[in-house]
């Protein structure tokens, strides 16, 4: 990876660092993960995963540097021993994690488990995880924002920022906060098939200067959220051949790469070496204008989003 390429890409936000790297693609501990310990006996889901431990590792041995996780993925204690058994310096990487807003626990007091859970002193990056829990709890997004930045203000996290967030929604913060404690990180949905969470959401963002996460961005190759595993007759199995072809890049590789392009910072996840290695080789190539028009266009043709469906269509 050299700065050079990650400089040419729009969506490096070189604000945000890790020991003077910028941040780069992240691993991800969600989904599949959340999954397999929601489905074990309430007993054992304190009991870490040994696979994701081991899959962590790999990751961070094979050069990742930022980890993604939530109170909700129940994932910190894999986290934490995968760091403690890497070696790896705590400034020399990345932690994000999310607030839980639907837990109806303070964001200050998540703020004080996630700590201990991840055993460290700060985070480098603290996300509300969805705006819609204001139906369910008597807390607004505002009163969380509030003591998000509290922590900031005691050092306990360096950048703050939401998740799964529309317009309106940011709006509401920019209304009530002073620009010093504004989000710096929206992390959305973001595919070839879902190129706007939120109607307008990319380009505002980007006017606003807030650095875009992509998570989900494999889903056109397996919408394996839905059960829909059969992508064959998809718009974009169309085309990717030809691209893999001309790039001799995996498919995995040309839509990470695309959403790099797109100006999204992708959020993806694999146990498997050889794909982890491949998506930390998306800053070794560069699409071309035409190829990422071609891919906006033909993704464009068909609309399939994996989360929040319900609160979003
Ligand atoms: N803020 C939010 O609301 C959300 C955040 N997230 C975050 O984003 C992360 C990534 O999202 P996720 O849903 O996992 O989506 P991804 O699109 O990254 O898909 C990951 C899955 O793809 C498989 N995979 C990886 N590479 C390939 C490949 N080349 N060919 C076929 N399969 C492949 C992996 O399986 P294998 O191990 O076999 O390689 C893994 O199961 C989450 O873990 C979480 O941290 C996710 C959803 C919502
Ligand atoms: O990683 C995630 N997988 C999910 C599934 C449903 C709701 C939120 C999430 C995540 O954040």
């Given at each position: 990876m050299?700065?050079?390429?990650i400089d040419?890409?729009?969506?490096a936000k070189?604000?945000?660092?890790?020991?003077g790297r910028?941040?780069?693609?992240g691993?991800?501990t969600?989904t599949?993960w959340?999954?397999?310990?929601?489905?074990?006996?309430?007993?054992e889901?304190?009991?870490p995963i040994q696979e994701?431990?081991?899959?962590?590792?790999?990751?961070?041995n094979?050069?990742y540097?930022?980890?993604?996780?939530a109170?909700i993925?129940t994932?910190?204690?894999?986290?934490?021993?995968?760091?403690?058994?890497s070696?790896?310096k705590r400034e020399?990487?990345?932690?994000?994690?999310?607030?839980n807003?639907y837990r109806q626990?303070?964001?200050?007091?998540?703020i004080k488990?996630t700590?201990?859970e991840?055993?460290?002193d700060?985070?480098?990056?603290?996300l509300?995880?969805?705006?819609?829990?204001?139906?369910e709890?008597?807390?607004?997004i505002?009163?969380?924002?509030?003591?998000?930045?509290e922590a900031?203000?005691?050092?306990?996290?360096?950048?703050?920022?939401v998740?799964?967030?529309?317009i309106?929604?940011?709006?509401?913060?920019?209304?009530a906060?002073?620009?010093?404690?504004?989000?710096?990180v929206?992390q959305?949905?973001?595919h070839?098939?879902?190129q706007n969470?939120?109607a307008?959401?990319?380009d505002?963002?980007?006017?606003r200067?807030?650095?875009l996460?992509a998570?989900?961005?494999?889903?056109?190759?397996?919408?394996?959220?839905?059960?829909?595993?059969?992508?064959?007759?998809?718009?974009?199995?169309?085309?990717?051949?030809a691209?893999?072809?001309?790039?001799?890049?995996?498919?995995?590789q040309?839509?990470?790469?695309y959403?790099?392009?797109?100006?999204?910072?992708?959020?993806?996840?694999s146990?498997?070496v050889?794909?982890i290695?491949?998506?930390?080789?998306?800053?070794e190539?560069?699409?071309?204008a035409?190829?990422?028009?071609?891919?906006?266009?033909?993704?464009?043709t068909?609309?399939?989003r994996?989360?929040f469906?319900?609160?979003?269509?």
């Amino acid at each position: 990876m050299t700065k050079d390429n990650i400089d040419s890409v729009d969506s490096a936000k070189n604000f945000c660092t890790v020991s003077g790297r910028p941040l780069v693609i992240g691993t991800g501990t969600g989904t599949k993960w959340q999954w397999l310990k929601k489905g074990r006996p309430i007993e054992e889901r304190n009991k870490p995963i040994q696979e994701l431990i081991d899959q962590l590792l790999l990751a961070l041995n094979n050069g990742y540097y930022h980890i993604d996780t939530a109170e909700i993925y129940t994932t910190h204690p894999e986290v934490a021993e995968a760091v403690k058994q890497s070696g790896i310096k705590r400034e020399d990487l990345w932690i994000t994690s999310k607030y839980n807003p639907y837990r109806q626990v303070t964001a200050a007091e998540a703020i004080k488990s996630t700590l201990a859970e991840l055993q460290t002193d700060y985070l480098d990056l603290y996300l509300i995880h969805a705006p819609f829990f204001e139906d369910e709890a008597s807390y607004s997004i505002e009163m969380a924002w509030k003591e998000i930045i509290e922590a900031k203000k005691q050092g306990k996290i360096r950048y703050i920022g939401v998740s799964n967030f529309s317009i309106p929604n940011l709006e509401r913060i920019f209304k009530a906060f002073e620009p010093e404690f504004y989000p710096v990180v929206n992390q959305i949905e973001f595919h070839a098939y879902l190129q706007n969470q939120s109607a307008g959401i990319t380009d505002y963002c980007k006017k606003r200067n807030i650095l875009l996460e992509a998570y989900a961005p494999l889903t056109p190759l397996f919408r394996i959220q839905s059960g829909e595993a059969d992508t064959e007759g998809d718009p974009l199995r169309k085309i990717l051949p030809a691209l893999s072809d001309k790039y001799q890049k995996t498919d995995s590789q040309i839509l990470l790469r695309y959403a790099l392009q797109k100006g999204y910072l992708p959020i993806t996840t694999s146990s498997k070496v050889q794909r982890i290695r491949e998506t930390l080789a998306i800053y070794e190539f560069e699409l071309s204008a035409d190829d990422v028009a071609l891919i906006d266009k033909q993704g464009s043709t068909f609309h399939f989003r994996s989360f929040f469906n319900s609160n979003f269509d």
